[in-house]
T-cell receptor, first 116, second 114 residues
């Protein structure tokens, strides 16, 4: 089965530093997402991205966050100045054409971000 | 925002027992989904439900989409060791096609006692 690939699997950073989390969605997919999961809590929607622009974002996705599709394969999440509370597992996900309501959302294995 | 309440929070069962968990919401969803998450991994879709009242099976798993569209349950029959993990319900309210903004429940942690 096709996979969403995320790198790195773990990222440790100092508070105030910028981090970029990378994702390679499934190759023919058009819709891309970032979710996050704070340890022991539920998975939370951050942002959806289609046609090179954000289609929806949550209140968590403030000005410190940005997303980009720099080329035909990568999808990145940047946190400009990390805070302690940004420590979480970040999941990238993608779906295909988005035309069919029964499309499956594929999640990557996640990047564990630890802010010290 | 929308909230999904999932219960129970955790379950300790013996191998071979049946499991039942449910999810309720204060608002309506168009689709209910059940995911399983293993440690250090992303959620993996188990069952998707698209119509109110729909009952769907996937092997030993059975899930139903509540008639009110505000709840869903998941049953696992004859549990086996690989069923251990955290199970999440998720609701989807499609405002635009392709916008897979999911609202996740709080999770049910399943542990099998040897």
């Amino acid at each position: 089965e096709p996979e969403v690939t995320q790198t790195p699997s773990h990222q440790v950073t100092q508070m105030g530093q910028e981090v970029i989390l990378r994702c390679v969605p499934i190759s023919n997919h058009l819709y891309f997402y970032w979710y996050r999961q704070i340890l022991g809590q539920k998975v939370e929607f951050l942002v959806s991205f289609y046609n090179n622009e954000i289609s929806e974002k949550s209140e968590i996705f403030d000005d410190q966050f940005s997303v980009e599709r720099p080329d035909g394969s990568n999808f990145t999440l940047k946190i400009r100045s990390t805070k302690l509370e940004d420590s979480a597992m970040y999941f990238c996900a993608s779906t295909g054409t988005g035309v069919f309501t029964n499309e499956k959302l594929f999640f990557g294995s996640g990047t564990q971000l630890s802010v010290l | 925002g929308q909230q999904l309440n999932q219960s129970p929070q955790s379950m300790f069962i013996q191998e071979g027992e049946d499991v039942s968990m449910n999810c309720t919401s204060s608002s309506i969803f168009n689709t209910w989904l059940w995911y399983k998450q293993d440690p250090g991994e992303g959620p993996v879709l188990l069952i998707a439900l698209y119509k109110a009242g729909e009952l769907t099976s996937n092997g030993r798993l059975t899930a139903q989409f509540g008639i009110t569209r505000k709840d869903s349950f998941l049953n696992i029959s004859a549990s086996i060791p690989s069923d251990v993990g955290i199970y999440f319900c998720a609701g989807r309210l499609i405002s635009n096609f392709g916008n897979e903004k999911l609202t996740f429940g709080t999770g049910t942690r399943l542990t099998i006692i040897p």
